[in-house]
């Protein structure tokens, strides 16, 4: 059986973590950049708030459970 090559995968985590630390510095420019598009966006993402949310549907009853009844 092969030994596992601690070297290589180490060397695979530092450049995965090199390579997301460049890209949120290039989020942070962009953002630098341009702040009104981001402004308020607590995800994170660079997505303007209101391209970030879907809207919201009401809730439907189960058609078979019982409706309460309404309140006089």
Partial sequence: MATPNYNYEKRQRELAKKKKKEDKLKEREIRKADPADFSGSSSGLGVPPAA?????????PHPLEPHPEPKA
């Fill in 52 to 60: 970030s949310a879907p809207p919201v549907q009401p809730v439907q």
